[in-house]
């Protein structure tokens, strides 16, 4: 895999977690400790994404 498909790789992942927290925030009862869970994710992702770009 190149850094390019890699990175490609991330931002797919980043924009389905964005997607599934604006699910959860939504729900009539949203789920607090999955929400947290997503967040932390994406921030993983995120930081991860970063240190690709320089």
């Known amino acids: 895999m190149t850094a390019d498909e890699r990175l490609d790789s991330l931002r797919v992942k980043h924009a389905t977690l964005e997607r599934e927290i ?3 925030v939504h729900r009539p009862m949203p789920d607090e400790l999955h929400l947290a869970e997503l967040k932390r994710e994406k921030l993983r992702i995120k930081d991860r994404l970063a240190d690709h770009l320089g």
């Open 22 to 24: 604006e699910e959860e």
